[in-house]
RNA sequence: GGGCCGUUAGCUCAGCCGGUAGAGCAGUUGACUUUUAAUCAAUUGGUCGAGCGUUCGAAUCGCUCACGGCCCA
């Protein structure tokens, strides 16, 4: 516990959790061997199966079958009359409707769950049947407060808007939104897709550092810190790119990994500190093979778990059924620009000159590929929406990526954006250890150059390749926005569960 | 970093050409054995995000700050 915070300071109180606090005291005085928190009730079912299974059944079933069921969860609703009254419980499944009778839990156990509050833990066994309306419900007998809550839940019909809290107190957002929760089930979903995807083709889940002493695999900015005992600074990964490189290298042909990295750049409806990518690297393949695996997996996860070709999202509607469209970076730029030429975008001057009036801020150290980029950037990449893959980089910005074989200006790389967002980037890997260093050399002096985000010199990472990397393709794919976009939610922080702010 | 918007009861929100704080839900008390955002009656609850200023008087106007949302970089 941290004792910077007091959560139960005496501000923080009020006249509901005062009473509640003085409810739950009498509880602990009452309670069974005085225990008042129990744990020894034995829950049976769920809600959401109960519907399933006896949803369909008209009101005389259920006069002729007795189906006892015994479930937990939390009160949502209540109405509670004289003699009788009704709850909604909620558990991990869903909703159901207990329906309570003095008659039948006896009067003394009636009294007591009068005082009972919305968002109060109770067990509660019984026989299923079905009210005049037809809302199948629990005829409860037997009924047992599980755990007593001290805090009033948010009003019962608008639930919980605020975005700060929501954020700041996510068990509260899952409590009250049934569209969250079903959010991150989703969400859950889409990566075991993933994972299985990649584990029936053969390929093995690793686990490299997070914790680097060189932060390599990605232009980024990191975050710092220090191992006391070796008394080294470290980073906290950008990417895992090197290390299942070098896992390739030692002969591990098909590997993937789907975990965290950290960069420590500003908070956006796109951008959370840290955030979860798979990336996937495969021997003898080449970055052609990259692309239709990506987009034979992303259809699956639009077939299979949306079970929709047609993904909308946010009033746009993207088409998951035809093939993803495929072109190069330049073509993009003059498909977009039809005023440019691709001489002009073949001239540093000119480029530059593009650049400047499009309100980029060209630094002298920038070469012909990163201007592109900058005007690529600007004028292109908010505008592809469906599926699209943008191929054909320039080697200036893509330090990691084999050239191409008949235009070393480029790399055999591409990035797939959807919805005008970035969502994956995948390239032929550069073996050649030789130009791998000359290209680390590169970054270092821009990294002196002012270019707070080039890359370090990766030594043992150059001795790797010396020993041989095999032709091999990489990717790697951002999670969370690929749940935004299949959720079709606003900002990175509805599919985050703890998204970062800053301390209340 | 810049622009716009927001912050009032536990929650959802009114009140904002300045006159001293409201509703619904939740809570409390009472009635009620098929309700379902239950209903009916009564009722408790507020450093109006923080600070400074203007004013006889500030939730309301001005400035600063904090936190958040959206857009832009």
């Known amino acids: 516990m941290s004792d910077q915070q007091d959560n139960n300071s005496p501000q923080d109180e009020n006249q509901l959790i005062t009473l509640r606090r003085e409810k739950l005291s009498s509880i602990r005085e009452n309670a069974d061997n005085g225990i ?25 079933w259920f006069d002729e079958n007795s189906v006892r069921v015994s479930i937990g969860g ?43 509050d919305t968002g109060d833990i109770v067990g509660a066994s019984g026989e299923l049947f079905k009210t005049k309306t037809g809302e199948l419900s629990i005829r409860v007998d037997e009924l047992r407060l599980l755990t007593k809550s001290l805090r009033p839940l948010p009003e019962k019909f608008h639930g919980l808007t605020d975005h700060e809290q929501r954020y700041r107190q996510r068990y509260l957002d899952l409590i ?15 990566v075991s897709y993933i994972r299985n995807y990649f584990l029936q083709r053969d390929f093995l889940e690793v686990e490299t550092p997070m914790l680097q002493t060189i932060p390599g695999g990605a232009t980024a900015r990191p975050f710092n810190t220090h191992h006391n005992a070796l008394d080294i600074d470290m980073y906290l990964r950008i990417a895992p790119e090197l290390y299942l490189k070098r896992l390739v290298v030692g002969g591990f042909d098909r590997v993937f990994e789907i ?30 093979d990259l692309m ?37 970076v330049k073509e993009s730029i003059l498909h977009f620009n039809p005023d440019l030429t691709d001489d002009q975008l073949n001239d540093k001057e000119n480029a530059t000159t593009i650049a400047k009036a499009l309100g980029i801020p060209v630094e002298d150290y920038w070469g012909l590929g990163k201007v592109q980029i900058e005007i ?16 054909a980089y320039p080697a200036e910005v893509s330090p990691l990526a084999r050239r191409n074989d008949d235009d070393s200006f480029v790399t055999d790389r591409f990035e797939l954006f959807i919805g005008g967002r970035e969502i994956g980037n995948g390239f032929s890997e550069l073996n050649d250890a030789e130009d791998q260093a000359e290209r680390f050399q590169k970054q270092v002096a821009e990294k002196d150059a002012g270019d707070d985000e080039a890359m370090h010199y990766d030594a043992d990472y150059i001795r790797a390749l010396e020993y041989g990397l ?18 079709d939610m606003p900002s990175i922080r509805d599919v985050i569960l703890f998204p970062h702010m800053r301390p209340e």
């Open 259 to 288: 975990n965290r990295n950290f960069r420590n750049e500003g908070l956006s409806t796109r951008h959370n500190p840290e955030f979860t990518m798979i990336e996937w690297y495969q021997a003898y393949a080449t970055y052609h």
């Open 470 to 487: 095999p032709p091999t393709a990489g990717e790697g794919i951002g999670i969370d926005r690929l749940v935004m976009l299949f959720t």
């Open 176 to 190: 009250m939104n049934e569209d969250s929760r079903s959010v991150f089930m989703m969400r859950s979903m889409i």
């Open 74 to 116: 939390r009160i949502m609703l209540k109405r509670v009359m004289g003699k009788a009254s009704f709850i909604t419980t909620s558990d991990t499944t869903g909703r159901i409707q207990l329906f309570i009778q003095q008659a039948r839990v006896g009067e003394d156990l009636y009294k007591d769950f009068k005082t009972w």
């Open 36 to 60: 008042a928190f129990p744990n020894n009730f034995k829950r049976e079912h769920y809600s959401a199966p109960i519907h399933m299974e006896y949803g369909e059944y008209e009101r005389e």
């Open 292 to 328: 239709d695996t990506t987009e034979e997996l992303l259809k699956g996860v639009a077939r299979d778990v949306l079970g929709k070709t047609k993904i909308t999202y946010q009033g746009d509607t993207f088409d998951f059924g035809k093939p993803f469209a495929r072109m190069t």
């Open 376 to 391: 690529f950037e600007k004028t292109v990449e908010h505008r592809l929406m469906d599926p699209t893959f943008i191929t």
